[in-house]
Protein backbone atom coordinates (compact mmCIF):
# COMPACT_ATOMS: atom_id res chain seq x y z
CA UNK A 1 0.00 0.00 0.00
CA UNK A 2 2.78 2.63 0.89
CA UNK A 3 4.70 1.60 -2.20
CA UNK A 4 1.68 2.60 -4.25
CA UNK A 5 1.48 6.00 -2.34
CA UNK A 6 4.88 6.78 -2.75
CA UNK A 7 4.49 5.82 -6.42
CA UNK A 8 1.81 7.95 -6.87
CA UNK A 9 3.69 11.09 -5.27
CA UNK A 10 6.61 10.33 -7.55
CA UNK A 11 5.87 9.00 -11.03
CA UNK A 12 4.50 12.87 -11.31
CA UNK A 13 8.22 13.64 -10.15
CA UNK A 14 9.79 11.67 -13.04
CA UNK A 15 7.66 12.93 -15.56
CA UNK A 16 8.45 16.13 -15.16
CA UNK A 17 12.35 15.68 -14.60
CA UNK A 18 11.95 14.13 -18.22
CA UNK A 19 11.00 17.43 -19.01
CA UNK A 20 8.24 20.11 -17.27
CA UNK A 21 8.28 22.18 -14.48
CA UNK A 22 9.54 20.52 -11.68
CA UNK A 23 7.48 18.71 -9.29
CA UNK A 24 3.92 20.04 -10.36
CA UNK A 25 1.39 17.02 -9.45
CA UNK A 26 -2.45 17.25 -9.92
CA UNK A 27 -2.14 17.52 -6.23
CA UNK A 28 -0.21 20.69 -6.11
CA UNK A 29 -2.74 22.25 -8.10
CA UNK A 30 -5.41 21.16 -6.84
CA UNK A 31 -4.04 23.07 -3.92
CA UNK A 32 -3.19 26.14 -6.40
CA UNK A 33 -6.89 26.33 -6.78
CA UNK A 34 -8.05 26.74 -3.40
CA UNK A 35 -5.26 29.34 -2.95
CA UNK A 36 -6.99 31.17 -6.10
CA UNK A 37 -10.12 30.47 -4.19
CA UNK A 38 -8.99 32.20 -1.54
CA UNK A 39 -7.26 34.78 -2.54
CA UNK A 40 -9.83 36.10 -5.17
CA UNK A 41 -12.85 35.57 -2.50
CA UNK A 42 -15.21 38.61 -2.68
CA UNK A 43 -14.25 40.92 0.34
CA UNK A 44 -17.22 43.38 0.05
CA UNK A 45 -14.42 46.28 -0.92
CA UNK A 46 -16.49 46.68 -3.92
CA UNK A 47 -20.20 47.49 -2.67
CA UNK A 48 -19.21 50.81 -2.15
CA UNK A 49 -20.10 50.33 1.91
CA UNK A 50 -17.34 49.90 4.89
CA UNK A 51 -17.62 46.52 6.20
CA UNK A 52 -15.00 44.44 8.67
CA UNK A 53 -12.45 43.05 7.32
CA UNK A 54 -13.77 39.51 7.04
CA UNK A 55 -10.91 38.15 4.76
CA UNK A 56 -8.25 38.32 7.60
CA UNK A 57 -10.45 36.48 9.51
CA UNK A 58 -8.86 32.66 11.20
CA UNK A 59 -10.29 29.24 10.54
CA UNK A 60 -11.81 28.92 13.73
CA UNK A 61 -12.06 25.38 13.03
CA UNK A 62 -8.57 24.65 12.45
CA UNK A 63 -6.78 23.95 15.48
CA UNK A 64 -2.83 25.39 15.25
CA UNK A 65 -0.34 22.54 14.30
CA UNK A 66 1.91 21.01 17.01
CA UNK A 67 5.15 20.67 15.62
CA UNK A 68 7.04 17.74 17.11
CA UNK A 69 11.23 17.54 17.53
CA UNK A 70 13.59 20.00 19.11
CA UNK A 71 13.30 22.89 16.61
CA UNK A 72 16.67 24.29 18.05
CA UNK A 73 18.62 21.79 17.48
CA UNK A 74 17.06 20.94 13.82
CA UNK A 75 18.39 24.47 13.14
CA UNK A 76 21.91 23.32 13.79
CA UNK A 77 21.46 20.10 12.44
CA UNK A 78 19.94 21.73 8.93
CA UNK A 79 22.91 24.58 9.21
CA UNK A 80 25.57 21.85 9.06
CA UNK A 81 24.14 19.26 6.99
CA UNK A 82 21.67 20.85 4.71
CA UNK A 83 22.44 24.59 4.46
CA UNK A 84 25.15 24.56 1.46
CA UNK A 85 22.61 23.21 -0.96
CA UNK A 86 19.07 24.45 0.35
CA UNK A 87 20.19 27.84 1.56
CA UNK A 88 20.82 29.10 5.16
CA UNK A 89 17.65 30.68 4.94
CA UNK A 90 15.82 27.51 3.32
CA UNK A 91 16.15 29.94 0.21
CA UNK A 92 17.11 26.96 -2.33
CA UNK A 93 19.66 27.27 -5.10
CA UNK A 94 18.93 29.66 -8.34
CA UNK A 95 16.71 28.26 -11.22
CA UNK A 96 15.59 25.53 -8.77
CA UNK A 97 12.52 24.87 -10.59
CA UNK A 98 14.27 23.51 -13.87
CA UNK A 99 16.97 20.59 -14.36
CA UNK A 100 20.71 22.11 -15.19
CA UNK A 101 22.31 21.15 -18.93
CA UNK A 102 23.48 17.58 -16.69
CA UNK A 103 19.60 16.66 -15.71
CA UNK A 104 19.85 17.28 -12.21
CA UNK A 105 17.87 20.28 -10.21
CA UNK A 106 19.71 22.87 -8.17
CA UNK A 107 18.35 22.07 -4.38
CA UNK A 108 14.40 23.30 -4.22
CA UNK A 109 13.74 25.94 -1.51
CA UNK A 110 12.59 24.38 1.96
CA UNK A 111 10.15 27.59 2.59
CA UNK A 112 6.80 28.32 1.53
CA UNK A 113 8.17 28.80 -1.94
CA UNK A 114 9.35 25.51 -2.15
CA UNK A 115 7.53 22.20 -2.40
CA UNK A 116 8.29 20.37 0.68
CA UNK A 117 4.96 21.04 2.42
CA UNK A 118 3.33 19.34 -0.24
CA UNK A 119 4.72 16.26 0.97
CA UNK A 120 3.87 14.17 4.20
CA UNK A 121 6.35 12.88 6.68
CA UNK A 122 7.18 9.78 5.53
CA UNK A 123 8.34 10.62 1.76
CA UNK A 124 10.18 13.46 3.08
CA UNK A 125 11.78 11.48 5.30
CA UNK A 126 12.43 8.53 3.05
CA UNK A 127 13.58 11.26 0.55
CA UNK A 128 16.24 12.71 3.18
CA UNK A 129 17.71 8.59 4.29
CA UNK A 130 17.83 7.35 0.98
CA UNK A 131 18.14 10.33 -0.90
CA UNK A 132 16.81 11.44 -4.75
CA UNK A 133 18.20 8.43 -6.48
CA UNK A 134 17.71 5.60 -4.20
CA UNK A 135 14.49 6.72 -3.57
CA UNK A 136 13.91 6.81 -7.51
CA UNK A 137 15.79 3.60 -7.82
CA UNK A 138 13.54 1.44 -5.39
CA UNK A 139 10.03 3.39 -7.23
CA UNK A 140 11.82 1.76 -10.52
CA UNK A 141 13.33 4.25 -11.95
CA UNK A 142 17.10 3.46 -12.59
CA UNK A 143 18.24 6.94 -14.17
CA UNK A 144 17.15 9.67 -12.02
CA UNK A 145 20.10 12.11 -11.98
CA UNK A 146 19.80 13.40 -8.56
CA UNK A 147 21.79 16.22 -6.32
CA UNK A 148 20.13 14.98 -3.34
CA UNK A 149 22.32 12.84 -1.36
CA UNK A 150 21.12 10.02 1.29
CA UNK A 151 21.55 10.98 4.84
CA UNK A 152 20.44 7.90 6.63
CA UNK A 153 24.68 6.64 7.46
CA UNK A 154 24.71 9.87 8.72
CA UNK A 155 21.99 11.22 10.79
CA UNK A 156 19.69 9.69 13.30
CA UNK A 157 16.10 8.99 12.54
CA UNK A 158 14.97 11.76 15.57
CA UNK A 159 17.99 14.40 13.94
CA UNK A 160 15.67 14.14 10.96
CA UNK A 161 12.61 14.54 12.47
CA UNK A 162 14.25 17.80 14.35
CA UNK A 163 15.60 19.25 10.87
CA UNK A 164 11.73 17.99 9.70
CA UNK A 165 10.49 20.14 12.63
CA UNK A 166 12.83 23.03 12.71
CA UNK A 167 11.73 23.52 8.31
CA UNK A 168 8.08 23.30 9.49
CA UNK A 169 8.30 25.92 11.86
CA UNK A 170 9.26 28.46 8.62
CA UNK A 171 6.32 27.53 7.19
CA UNK A 172 2.90 29.83 7.29
CA UNK A 173 -0.15 28.17 9.18
CA UNK A 174 -1.66 27.24 6.19
CA UNK A 175 0.82 25.20 5.11
CA UNK A 176 1.48 23.30 8.45
CA UNK A 177 -1.92 22.59 8.17
CA UNK A 178 -1.69 21.38 4.37
CA UNK A 179 1.27 18.85 5.12
CA UNK A 180 -0.26 17.93 8.83
CA UNK A 181 -3.08 16.62 6.76
CA UNK A 182 -1.01 14.96 4.25
CA UNK A 183 0.91 12.72 6.64
CA UNK A 184 -2.22 11.76 8.56
CA UNK A 185 -2.97 10.29 5.16
CA UNK A 186 -0.36 8.88 4.48
CA UNK A 187 0.11 7.30 7.66
CA UNK A 188 -3.76 6.18 7.28
CA UNK A 189 -2.95 4.39 3.87
CA UNK A 190 0.26 2.66 5.45
CA UNK A 191 -2.00 0.86 7.82
C1 LIG B 1 24.58 18.45 -2.07
C2 LIG B 1 23.39 19.28 -2.05
C3 LIG B 1 22.30 18.90 -1.07
C4 LIG B 1 22.40 18.73 0.30
C5 LIG B 1 23.63 18.83 1.18
C6 LIG B 1 21.03 18.46 0.76
N1 LIG B 1 20.17 18.46 -0.29
FE1 LIG B 1 18.16 18.07 -0.22
N2 LIG B 1 18.04 18.21 -2.23
C7 LIG B 1 19.08 18.56 -3.08
C8 LIG B 1 18.59 18.60 -4.43
C9 LIG B 1 19.40 18.97 -5.65
C10 LIG B 1 17.22 18.26 -4.38
C11 LIG B 1 16.27 18.19 -5.59
C12 LIG B 1 15.73 16.82 -5.86
C13 LIG B 1 16.74 15.85 -6.36
O1 LIG B 1 17.64 16.21 -7.14
O2 LIG B 1 16.64 14.67 -5.96
C14 LIG B 1 16.93 18.00 -2.98
C15 LIG B 1 15.69 17.61 -2.53
C16 LIG B 1 15.34 17.48 -1.21
C17 LIG B 1 14.04 17.10 -0.73
C18 LIG B 1 12.85 16.71 -1.62
C19 LIG B 1 12.18 17.92 -2.21
C20 LIG B 1 11.31 18.62 -1.23
O3 LIG B 1 11.56 19.79 -0.92
O4 LIG B 1 10.36 18.00 -0.78
C21 LIG B 1 14.09 17.15 0.63
C22 LIG B 1 12.96 16.86 1.61
C23 LIG B 1 15.43 17.52 1.00
N3 LIG B 1 16.18 17.71 -0.14
C24 LIG B 1 15.87 17.70 2.29
C25 LIG B 1 17.21 17.87 2.65
C26 LIG B 1 17.68 17.90 4.02
C27 LIG B 1 16.80 17.82 5.24
C28 LIG B 1 19.03 18.02 3.96
C29 LIG B 1 20.02 18.02 5.11
C30 LIG B 1 19.95 16.87 6.00
C31 LIG B 1 19.40 18.11 2.55
N4 LIG B 1 18.27 18.02 1.80
C32 LIG B 1 20.70 18.26 2.08
C33 LIG B 1 20.36 18.84 -2.71
C34 LIG B 1 20.89 18.73 -1.43
Known sequence: MKTVTLLAILVPMAAIAAGGAWMLTVADRSEEAVETAQTTAPSGATSGTTQPPQAAAPQMSTPPV????????????????CAACHGTNLEGQEGWRSAGPDGV????????????????????????????????????????????????????????????????????????????TRSAAERAQAQ
Do not use: C
Request: cysteine-free; charged content about 25%; aromatic content about 8%.
Open 105 to 180: FPAPPHNDDGHTWHHGDQLLTDYIKLGGAELMRRQGMADFKSGMPGFGEILEDDEIQDILAYIKSNWSERSQQVQA
Open 66 to 81: VISGDIDRGEQLYLTS
